[in-house]
T-cell receptor, first 116, second 121 residues
């Protein structure tokens, strides 16, 4: 089945530093989504990307949809303690005829720890 | 907006028992998804409904699992004869329909509920 390779697996940074994480896939996706998950809670949608090459920001977060449609990255600038959590990328495949059945394939997650 | 809600938040059961979880999607969202997440992993797709129709099921959804969405609103996920390997977080998500005003470009976005944590003893 499809797999997303997300890296790094974990990051330990100082407050104020910038963070970058990325996902790569062997398959072409028509949508990339980035989520943040706190312990014991469901994932919260941060950014959605729909077009190859698209660069989208949401506050201190910036994400890009790779030109090849097989990768995406997420940057967090000037990290703060509340950025702590697990970040997941998720991709949605384009099936024949342009129909997406809706299923998301998730990466393994990046655990972010921010030291004050 | 009221978000996706799930009930119960936690369930502890003995092996062999049946359990049922409920998901209430965001109103106006016609698509509903179930995922399963084990510790240290990303969510894995289980099944997908568009309105009341179940359109896709994962191989992960064994015969002991059944999901319904009888009126196209809330959904239930039942696990029969639970096994210890069923212990996981069960997540529900919903998406808006395409092509409706300000939601037109957001139809692929999935909004998750808080999950139901199942522990099978």
């Amino acid at each position: 089945g499809q797999q997303l390779n997300q890296s790094p697996q974990s990051m330990f940074i100082q407050e104020g530093e910038d963070v970058s994480m990325n996902c790569t896939s062997s398959s072409i996706f028509n949508t990339w989504l980035w989520y943040k998950q706190d312990p014991g809670e469901g994932p919260v949608l941060l950014i959605a990307l729909y077009k190859a090459g698209e660069l989208t920001s949401n506050g201190r977060l910036t994400a890009q949809f790779g030109i090849t449609r097989k990768d995406s990255f997420l940057n967090i600038s000037a990290s703060i303690p509340s950025d702590v959590g697990i970040y997941f990328c998720a991709g949605q495949l384009m099936y024949a005829g342009g129909t997406s059945y809706g299923k998301l394939t998730f990466g393994q997650g990046t655990i972010l720890t921010v030291h004050p | 907006d009221t978000g996706v809600s799930q009930d119960p938040r936690h369930k502890i059961t003995k092996r062999g028992q049946n359990v049922t979880f409920r998901c209430d999607p965001i109103s106006e969202h016609n698509r509903l998804y179930w995922y399963r997440q084990t510790l240290g992993q990303g969510p894995e797709f289980l099944t997908y409904f568009q309105n009341e129709a179940q359109l896709e099921k994962s191989r992960l959804l064994s015969d002991r699992f059944s999901a319904e969405r009888p009126k196209g609103s809330f959904s239930t996920l039942e696990i029969q004869r639970t096994e210890q390997g069923d212990s996981a977080m069960y997540l529900c998500a919903s998406s808006p329909p395409p092509g409706q005003g300000r939601l037109a470009v957001r139809y692929n976005e999935q909004f998750f509920g808080p999950g139901t944590r199942l522990t099978v003893l």
